[in-house]
């Protein structure tokens, strides 16, 4: 009986350190896939932050439409599921057995119980997406009262591209989206109470504050 349990321990070790090894190529593989569709959000989005119409003084007098960046933005990732969709509509053990090893919280955004499958690789690039499109937000040096209206047009598109796709929002798009909708004078008011003092409030409200 001791043997066949030190015989069944050995398999298990074993078993164990193929796995290990396994799983370093799988996520290195894992990243590359995903800066690769990455690459073209960060493409698209290059330069945006010195955009003049965050500064312009002049709009259109209702809510503007978003800007051509964000809509392509959005259009490539809603693409997405119906690319991905021939690596996953059929049973796939290989893939499957990667997608599971895959280490998603190394990703912007990710939970710690995020199961591993096709849906969690969609919401990884969404997430990793969004923080990409926060990065870029938080550059923007001025942002007059005209380029606010337009910004929040485009964080408004943005996210419902995410509610399509069943993504959540991240925290800090949520949060720049409502800092967006108050007026300058409000930054600090009451209504920002809800909202954690971190770097998106303080860059948001020096933004605003600068194009007055």
Known sequence: SSGINAEYG???SLFDKTSTLFKKPINNCNKLCVDFVL???KTNIHGVHLNPEWVSEEGAVFTPS???YITTLG???LL???QLEPFFSEENVPLD???RTVDFTAFPGMANDVEGDAFAWLTCICQSTMFTIVEMILRVPK???VGCKQLSADVGYISNVMAAL???LSRDLSDISRLLGLPIERIDSEETKSIPQNICVVKIAAMRRAAV
């Open 75 to 77: 259009d490539y990732l």
């Open 39 to 41: 690459s073209h959000v």
């Open 10 to 12: 050995t398999t298990t």
């Open 166 to 168: 069943e993504v959540p």
């Open 80 to 82: 997405l599921p119906q």
């Open 97 to 99: 057995t990667a997608l």
């Open 143 to 145: 942002l007059s009262a």
């Open 66 to 68: 978003p800007l051509t």
